[in-house]
């Protein structure tokens, strides 16, 4: 089995001694054998002049991941079809990675007094830059990273509210966001299994629960990225924690949407490490 390598190009946090930068949105560069995916693409440009001062690059990917569409992660989808069309026009090496998403990623998310805070291109759109794959059913990007597509939401877990002024155009009209587009990927190692969200508006526990059905595999070895749980809301941390804590990870990289009164509560319940841009996690 190959390794999994894990690199936050975006976070709302940076580590101390790097000379990276923030924003309150999530990137990451995921290598498994072979294949290089991107994880989101934050709000800005930001995770393109992070990943250069890292020396990565990010003209030969082979996989673009959106865990939902919510324009802090998918903000920088314009700046890299730019650096892929400037490729094209300059005679660059580049590979256009084929972008992996729910159906519902795309669509236009009003939000009063916001007119949109979705994804800046429409589906359409971004066909005519790269390959895009639609499915709201688990996808194996490799025999052992797989996107997870919908998440089911009737295990009894906890699910984050959505502020009512949520809505979402689809083709059956302007309705409330139900955030169905919400997903994740896994990695299933030989010692449990790595788990990398983007904001997990379906529920953290729903997530871990949907995961070890999807990859058959109880363990859990880390969980990465935004719990979407805030300070605000202390008994949805407290009810997230307790089931949290019946999965039994073996460790847990809270950041982004979660606050430290979570992390706090967290590290009650399993190892919580910090996080922030620059970090390199590998399996």
């Known amino acids: 089995m190959s390794n ?3 690199t936050v190009l975006v976070d709302n946090h940076t580590l101390i001694g790097h000379h990276y930068t923030g924003e309150h949105g999530l990137s990451l560069f995921i290598e498994q054998g072979k294949k290089k995916c991107l994880f989101d693409v934050g709000y800005s440009d930001l995770f393109l002049s992070n990943a250069y001062k890292m020396g990565i690059d990010l003209l030969h990917l082979d996989y673009l991941a959106l865990s939902h569409g919510h324009i802090d992660h998918t903000g920088g989808l314009i700046p890299l079809m730019r650096r892929h069309m400037e490729a094209a026009i ?4 580049h590979r256009c990675p084929t972008v992996i998403a729910h159906p519902s990623c ?6 009063s007094p916001l007119a949109n805070i979705g994804a800046p291109v429409e589906k359409k759109e971004l066909e005519c830059h790269y390959p895009v794959k639609i499915s709201q059913s688990p996808v194996w990007l490799t025999p052992y990273l797989v996107f ?3 998440i089911p939401r009737d295990a009894g877990n906890m699910v984050p509210k959505i502020p009512k002024e949520w809505m979402i ?3 059956d009209g302007m309705q409330p966001d139900p955030l169905l587009d919400d997903t994740a990927l896994v990695f299933k190692s030989n010692t449990g299994l790595v788990i990398i969200t983007g904001c997990s508006h379906s529920g953290i526990s729903n997530i871990i629960w949907y995961a070890q059905q999807v990859c058959s595999d109880e363990r859990i070895r880390d969980v990465i990225g935004g719990f979407h749980l805030m300070g605000d809301d202390p008994a949805g941390i407290k009810r997230t924690v307790k089931e949290i804590k019946t999965s039994k990870p073996a ?5 982004h949407c979660t606050s430290l009164a979570a992390k706090c509560a967290l590290a009650k319940v399993a190892p919580v490490y910090e996080v922030g841009v620059g970090l390199v996690m590998e399996y």
């Not at 795309?106 to 939000?111: C, D, I, M, S």
């Not at 460790?251 to 950041?255: D, I, K, R, V």
């Open 251 to 255: 460790a847990l990289h809270p950041c």
């Open 106 to 111: 795309f669509y236009r998310r009003p939000a």
């Open 169 to 171: 155009v689809t083709p």
């Open 148 to 150: 997870l597509g919908e």
């Open 90 to 93: 300059e005679k660059l090496p």
């Open 4 to 6: 999994l390598t894990v």
